[in-house]
C-alpha cells in the first residue's frame, strides 16, 4: 500500500530569496529533506537566525525546564494579531500567565462531562449533513470537516448551533479571512517596534474585523444573561464568571473577545484539520477503518464509555502524528545560549517542528506510514514521550488537547457508525501549511451509507 502523501522537499541548496519565496509559500515543501534526521539544523538571513530543534534534551529544555527564557516570537503572532488581539496564544509572560490562571479551570478534565452532551449533538448533526451526499459520488470532505468543528465549538463555547444566524455569519467571515491571512507576514522576516506598519492586506484587516465584531456581540448577550442569572454553564459563562485566583480579575469583554477568537481558531481549524485528514487516511486504508466503524456501533454514547473508544483514540494519535495542525511553533532566545555546542545570541529564533518531529527517522519506525497500532507497541512508548507534541508541551501545553481528543472520538463514532469512506482514484491530496496542515487542493472522498 502506497504512503500517506507528503511533501517534497526542497533542493539541498537554495538561494536565500528563492528559500524565502518557498517558506512564504507553503513552509513544509520549503524545507530539506535532511531535517527528518538532524538533531538540529541552523539558518540565517540578513533579519535573523534561527535553529530548528529536534534533540529531546532541547526540546525539554524550551518547553519544560526553562520556558520563561524562550517566550514565544512574535514574527508569527504579528501576522495573527488582527484577529486574535492579546489572546493567550500570543502573549508571554505575567499576563500569559494571569489568562492561563482564568481559562485552564474550564478545560479541566473533570469538566469535560460538561460539554460532552454539546458535543455529541454536533456529531449528530454532522451525520444528518453528510446524508444527502452519501450517495457514492465524490464529496468535498474539508468544508464538512470545518463546518462541523465549528458546531462544536458554537454548541460548546455559547450554546447555539452552527445554524444560529450568529454562528453562521463568524464562521463565514473566518473562512474570507483564513483565504486573505498568509502564514507569514512581512513581520515573519523583518522585527521592528510595535508601531512599525506589518503590510496587512485590507480584506484582512477587514474580516478581522467583523469577526471580533460578531464574536464581541455573543460576549456582550453572554455578560448580560450572567447578570440576569440566567447563563448556560458553557464554556463561556465558565471562563467569564472565573476570577484570577491570584488577583480575583476576571475577563473584560475585550478580552473575552481575544480569548474566543483564539478558542474558535484553534478549536475549530485544527479539528477540522485532523478531522479531514483522519477520513482520508481511513478511506486508504479500509482494513483499519472497518475495525474503527466496529468499535464505533459498538460504542453506547455515555461519557462513561469514551474510554473505550481505544482504536478511535490511536486513529486520531497517529493522524496528529503524520498531519499536526500546527506544524511548526517559534520561541526566541533571551539571552545568549548554546544548543549542541554552538553559540546562540539573543533573540534567536528557535523553532519547533511537530511535523519533523514526527515523521523523524531516529524516533519512528516507518515514519511515513500509517499505523495506529503502533501506539499499542512497546517501542512506540519512548518514542511517544520525546517526540510527539500535537499540543506542545509544558506549561504552554494546550489547555484543550483533552477536548480535541474527546471530540475527534465522538465526531469519528458519530460518522463511522453510519458511513464508509473510500478514496477517489487518482485524486491524492497534498498538504501544505496555511493556519493548519490543510489539502493544497481539497480532500475529495466518496461516502455510502453502511447498510
Known sequence: M????????????????RHLRLFRADI??????????????????PFFRSVLV????????????????????????AGLRPLLGASVFLTNGPLWAHQRRIIDPAFERGRLKDSFGAMRAAGDAAVTRLAPLAGG??????????HAAADVIFRTLFSIPIEHGTAQATYREFHAHQRSQPLLNLAAFVKGPGWMPRLHSRKTRATARRIRGLIAGLVAERAGRIEAGDAPRDLATRIMTTPDPETGARFSREEMVDQVAIFFLAGHETSASTLGWTLYLLATHPGIQERA??????????FSELSKLKLIRDITRETLRLYPPVPMMVRETTRPERFRSRALGRGTQVVLSPWHLHRHERFWQDPDAFDPDRWSREETKESARRAFLPFSAGPRVCPGAGFAMAEAAVLLAALLSRYRFAPVEGD????????????????????????
Not at 2 to 17: C, G, I, N
Not at 137 to 146: G, L, M, T, Y
Open 2 to 17: 502506497s504512503l500517506p502523501p507528503k511533501p517534497v522537499p526542497r533542493a539541498p541548496r537554495v538561494s536565500l530569496w
Open 293 to 302: 466503524a466496529a468499535e464505533a456501533k459498538a460504542f453506547s454514547g455515555a
Open 428 to 451: 491524492v491530496p497534498v498538504p501544505v501549511a496555511h493556519l493548519t496542515v490543510r489539502s493544497q487542493a481539497g480532500i475529495r472522498l466518496r461516502v455510502t451509507e453502511r447498510r
Open 54 to 77: 529536534n534533540d529531546p534534551a532541547l526540546l525539554r529544555c524550551v518547553l519544560k525546564e526553562r520556558p520563561r527564557d524562550f517566550p514565544k516570537s512574535d514574527r508569527i503572532g
Open 137 to 146: 459520488r465524490a464529496v468535498e470532505i474539508e468544508p464538512f470537516a470545518s
Open 28 to 45: 513544509l515543501s520549503a524545507q530539506p529533506a535532511r531535517l527528518y534526521r538532524a538533531w538540529m539544523a541552523e539558518f540565517r538571513t
